[in-house]
């Protein structure tokens, strides 16, 4: 069985550089975060209690559609944000500030567990984490307009709702410091990370 690593992580902490870097060492397919797809994503940006149901129920087709064809796969694939990640993340939070009633978020949940049958359980979850300020420096440094208003408090909220999926999850999971590891520019950083992911595979 080829493997399926999900890499996950908060905005801006360099989850898609790593699933990238990993995928061209390995020979895996890169599936990205359907980010491109997402037509409610300014919307929610702008008006998060307005349109949070829209878009994660959005992000949860889009990301379903990738789990399926990834089911199907006989390659090896490194994913950047998952389905799961989608719901107990985002969407949790979303119905902790108040954004997603309960009747939306018995929805969102009863479409997850439709869909989870479907789908592959990964062998390895890469979650790559980094100081909020740093986040904070990177997302501006991209310039992505529907980020231009992130707040501290979001990528906060968003940074506790992935210490409680991590915790109460039962697939292996392998945390990078990407303050630590600068594994977008220094060669020794990616051999090294490269180096923790391939011996997490084994165990896993």
């Known amino acids: 069985m080829t493997h399926y690593v999900q890499f996950c992580g908060n905005i801006g902490a360099g989850k898609s550089t790593l699933a990238r870097l990993f995928a061209g060492h390995a020979g895996f397919d890169y599936v990205p975060e359907p980010v491109l797809d997402l037509t409610f994503v300014d919307d929610f940006y702008l ?5 949070s149901f829209h878009h994660q129920m959005e992000f949860l087709l889009l990301n379903a559609q990738q789990e399926r064809l990834i089911a199907s796969s006989s390659r090896g694939v490194c994913q950047d944000r998952s389905l799961a990640e989608c719901v107990f993340v985002f969407a949790a939070q979303c119905r902790s500030h108040g954004w997603i009633s309960d009747r939306e978020w018995r929805l969102l949940t009863m479409a997850y567990k439709l869909m989870e049958s479907a789908i592959r ?33 979001w990528l906060t909220a968003l940074d506790q709702s992935y210490a409680s999926w991590i ?15 600068d594994f977008a520019n220094n060669r020794k950083d990616q051999a090294e990370v490269i180096s923790l992911i391939e011996n997490a595979l084994e165990r896993s």
């Open 121 to 153: 359980r990964p062998d390895l979850r890469v979650l790559v984490s980094a100081p909020i300020p740093t986040l904070m420096t990177r997302i501006v440094s991209r310039g992505r307009p529907h980020e231009a208003n992130m707040s501290v408090s």
């Open 167 to 181: 915790s109460a999850g039962s697939v292996a999971t392998l945390t990078i410091d990407a303050e630590r590891f």
């Open 47 to 51: 008006d998060m209690p307005r349109w």
